[in-house]
């Protein structure tokens, strides 16, 4: 019973989160918005007993992936829209085939997966170390992978940060 | 043990013992909480006294003396003051997020206090975890001085919440990197563990404290580097530099809201000093064996004291810095370190398996010459570089 009430008010923090991050005018709100559906995702993982990955969630999402997202809009001076712009595109119809399609796949697979079985939960001890055990044996590739993606990205970001801007030279 | 040692986690199995077996759990929570509410609270009053005073007594003046004996009631009459000052909202604010910021801010430091261990069995909670924890509810301070400073539609408020995103991302780097070797050593991410971890003793009764190694002692400085810059205290406190920008994101806050954002600032100044405690300094272990019938948590109070003065020493004593070479400094010095001193901490969980006679200097002395050097080397390089004059992109 209290399980399914923690459970009802984290599921709600999320939906009002995502929902608001949609709908607000104002996209500093809506930014900070999708930064309180992140945490009601980690709130979730944590009530299933998943603490790394609640943690990890909060940790990258929170602290880093919601700072990112703000500092996009803000340095993109965009965080106001015009109060006589439409509210949709007009070719918003586009979306709801798209949309539909991507709901349908979601609700395909997860129908198809055995994790809607309910199994007794396995009671590990230490699970981290369990996980970064997995990591460095089972799913070391994937990790390497994964770190050298993300290491040219880096250099990528670096490389465009770096580069001059060659035509304002004369007008300074 | 002694009675003392376990006195506070007596009191409370005793006071849970009063309801019935069901609310039990629940109510050594609450107390558990409350307990550490009220001595960091506590704490925090004294500390602004004592870093009042310290700070005047190293200007060569006497600081607060007027309320109390001694100025001891300073801070019940700082409280007094900003409860009862007038609760400012600029016209133009974004009302709701002004409200917001100073609790953002606020609430999850104290979570942060849930897994660090006070003494022996006095931690509130015991996460599998714990470290992952205590810089997981740290990353909603970020957010919270960005909402503070966006919120005000003022250019110092928003100037000064840039600086401190920036200083605060640039060194969570270091800070989280100099953490990773303890955990190497320790082979867990629980905070308990870690402080047995240190509880062996060694030399004739030395502790086996993680400070005592070359890259525990690299460790600390730099631990301690980074946790100035991440509570945004002197040198390192531009966000909110007085003769720059006014007060940065703090410029149109005041009454109760500005006194819960300093709240927030020292309680994660606090909660940083509890884990360099833990983490380097052996937590709540005694420094030498024969000492060990002093309570645990007096050695964790006297551990964290002394690494509070050494803050307000600091503040003292370093002008500020700028923002390019502040920022400089994390990347170009901080990092490359941290990542050395992983090498170092490898170098000697390897170099623990040499068996010949006086291997304990020689080993001593290479792993600190492993971090030493580069130190020194990177020092040098850095020294005569100034980067070229800056490139505005997107300012003109």
Redesign the interface.
Known sequence: MLNEIAFLLCAALTLAGAVAAMMLRNL??CA?CA?GAF?GL?AIYLQLDA??V???Q??IY???I??LI??TV??TRGAEIQPGAASSASSWWKGVPVGALVLACLIWSIMASPSLVRLPSPNVH????QIGEQLMNQFVMPLETIGLLLTAALLGAVVIGLR??RT?EP?? | MSGLDQIFVWIGHRAAGWFPASVQPLVSAVLAIAGVMAVFGTCFALTTLAERKVLGRMQNRFGPNRVGPYGLLQPLADAVKMLTKEDIVPFSADKTLHFLAPLVLTVPVWLAFAVLPFGRNMSAINLDAGILFFFAVGSASELAVFMAGWSSQNKYSLVGAMRAIAQMISYEVPLVLSVVPVLMLAGSLELNDIVAAQGTYTFGGLARWNVFTPWGLAGLILFLIAATAESNRSPFDLPEGESEIIAGFLTEYSGFKYALFFLGEYLGLFAVTGLAVTLFLGGWHAPFQWLEWVPSWFWFAAKFGALIFLFIWVRATLPRLRLDQLLNFSWRFLVPLSLINLLVAAAWYWTGAWKFPVVAPIRWLLCAALIALPYHWLGRALRGAMPPPRKYIYAE
Do not use: D, Q, R
Request: glycine share 6%.
């Open positions: 500093v709100h900070l930064a945490a980690a603490e790394f609640g943690f990890a909060l940790l929170v602290g880093a919601a700072i703000v500092f803000l340095l230490a699970p981290v170390k001059e801007p304002s007008n300074s």
